[in-house]
């Protein structure tokens, strides 16, 4: 059985999407049908909505309540307030180890349009349509995703005020967190103050980090990562950055976090690093290549790269909504939240970079 809601779909590579009635199956196995309560627009949705062949539903920062559960879903009951981040398979390795950002499957899971059998949970205008964005294709009112995709909130929790929590946030708060585990000696540059570059910002703060320097272009993104924990900034086009850096902090920062996507960012911001320093990767952009002095290497710097902010959601979410809670994560100043039927302007001004986070409310 399927219902008809409203989504959002890319019906041309590189057209904004469109209000649209599609319909939806009803959940199947291990699936959970969930009403959208609200939905980040990230960086991801701009790039790949001109990638799509076919009539996509994107969107991967869903947050919103239970419908109906499908045969087999244990973990929920309808009314549960949840929200959803990425699929994995849930027995390869790297699943079995608690790291289900690098499941040997993510791809296929998360890229592939389809569910595992080859079908779509979404049918627009007669035929199948591109879903499964991610694990979830959240631009819609409605979406079907994998049990093991979603996380419970705490009681109280408002889902339309913690969609990003599910990508973009965790993205850039697990990088630091999980991977380069600042301590209060410890010195950080952040490379870019887009969501995820903040949500680093954010989270070496609340590690103790002694020092957070914020590295961007934009004058007024470099204001709003100091209102939010970096300790020091510099602006990009200043200048040389590695020199302002090593300015701030001589010899070099001990952790640098990549969040453009450029390549001679990348190059910067290992150059930053002090000898042993560690840089963590998690932007990717147009070029397939970057480009680093050997001899920056063989100071014992590493370069590593970062999926999800290499997070195990159902623990990380909880941890970062509990930081927020208590002030140390004020994640709220980013986000500007726009109604579902406004996306056109929401999409323009995520795009145009006239605002850090755009939300969809529903």
């Known amino acids: 059985m399927s219902r008809e809601v409203v989504a959002a779909v890319v019906t041309e590579p590189g057209r904004p999407p469109e209000l649209q009635k599609v319909r939806i199956d009803d959940p199947r196995e291990g699936e959970v049908l969930i009403r959208l309560g609200a939905t980040g627009i990230c960086a991801t949705d701009l790039h790949f909505s001109h990638m799509m062949s076919k009539p ?3 969107g991967h920062e869903g947050a919103g309540w239970v419908e109906e559960c499908g045969p087999g879903v244990t973990r929920f009951a309808p009314g549960d307030a949840v929200i959803a981040t990425f699929a994995r398979c849930g027995t390869c390795a790297n699943c079995r180890a608690g790291e289900p950002a690098y499941c040997t499957r993510f791809d296929d899971l998360n890229f592939g349009g389809t569910r595992e059998n080859g079908s779509s949970a ?5 035929d199948a349509a591109y879903a499964h964005f991610l694990g979830q294709s959240s631009f819609a009112t409605h979406m079907v995703v994998r049990e ?9 929790a408002d889902p339309r005020a ?19 585990r600042p301590g209060p000696t ?7 103050a887009g969501t995820v570059g903040l949500a680093a910002v954010m989270a ?5 980090a002694r020092a957070v320097i914020a590295v961007d272009l934009s004058p007024e993104r470099l204001a709003l990562a100091s209102a939010v924990g970096a300790t020091h900034v510099v602006e990009a086009g200043g200048g040389d950055v590695v020199s302002a850096i090593d300015e701030i902090v001589p010899g070099g920062v001990d952790f640098a976090v990549e969040s453009t996507g450029v390549g001679s960012v990348l190059t910067a911001a290992v150059e930053a690093l002090s000898r042993r320093g560690t840089c963590a990767v998690v932007g990717i952009g147009s070029e397939s290549t970057i480009s680093l002095d050997w001899r920056t290497l063989l100071n014992g710097r590493t370069v590593t ?3 999800s902010g290499s997070s195990l959601p159902e623990v990380a979410v909880p941890d970062l909504l509990n930081l927020a809670d208590a002030g140390r994560f004020p994640a709220e100043k980013l986000v500007r939240n726009y109604a579902f039927t406004d996306i056109a302007e929401a999409w323009e001004a995520a795009r145009s970079g006239g605002v850090v986070k755009a939300v969809l409310q529903f």
């Open 162 to 180: 913690v969609a990003p929590y599910g990508c973009g946030l965790m993205t850039g708060a697990g990088a630091v967190l999980n991977v380069l």
């Open 186 to 192: 410890d010195t950080v540059a952040v490379f870019g």
């Open 148 to 156: 093991s995709s979603l996380v419970d909130l705490p009681p109280g």
């Open 305 to 307: 790269g970062v999926i």
């Open 204 to 208: 070496a703060a609340a590690a103790g």
């Open 122 to 126: 979404v049918e627009f205008d007669g």
């Open 56 to 58: 996509a539903v994107l």
